[in-house]
């Protein structure tokens, strides 16, 4: 079993920046998948960004590619997610979640483990 803790949200002007962070515990983590997701209000949890256990393969969503960076550091057992130039609609609750596939996939379906999630709040 893993264990997922996300951390960094916050509220933040539009055109700022945040750096999410997701802790996971067990020792199987070099082994999984992870991505990120996101659920604003009265909408689907969608992907926003993969990457692979060996960090070589990162995916993103056309919605935030060139904005956000996912990055891993498997000797610490995290997964980070940095958000630059935010946007009002990139608001929402967002989800660390782990694949013992090792596959990325961007339907949420596919992933074992979730966290509890982390609100990010963006004004105008």
């Known amino acids: 079993q893993v264990q997922l803790v996300e951390s960094g949200g916050g509220v933040v002007q539009a055109g700022g920046s945040l750096r999410l962070s997701c802790a996971a515990s067990?020792?199987?983590?070099?082994?999984?998948?992870m991505g990120w997701f996101r659920q604003a209000p009265g909408k689907e949890r969608e992907f926003v960004a993969g990457?692979?256990?060996?960090?070589?393969?990162?995916y993103y969503a056309d919605s935030v590619k060139g904005r956000f960076t996912i990055s891993r550091d498997n000797a610490r057992n995290t997964v980070d997610l940095q958000m630059n130039s935010l946007k009002p609609e990139d608001t929402a609750v967002y989800y660390c979640?782990?694949?013992?596939?090792?596959?990325?996939?961007?339907?949420?379906?596919?992933?074992?483990?979730w966290g509890q999630g982390t609100q990010v709040t963006v004004s105008s």
């Open positions: 067990g020792r199987t983590f070099s082994g999984l998948s």
């Open positions: 990457i692979g256990p060996s960090a070589i393969s990162t």
């Open positions: 979640a782990g694949d013992r596939s090792g596959l990325v996939y961007r339907d949420r379906y596919y992933y074992d483990f």
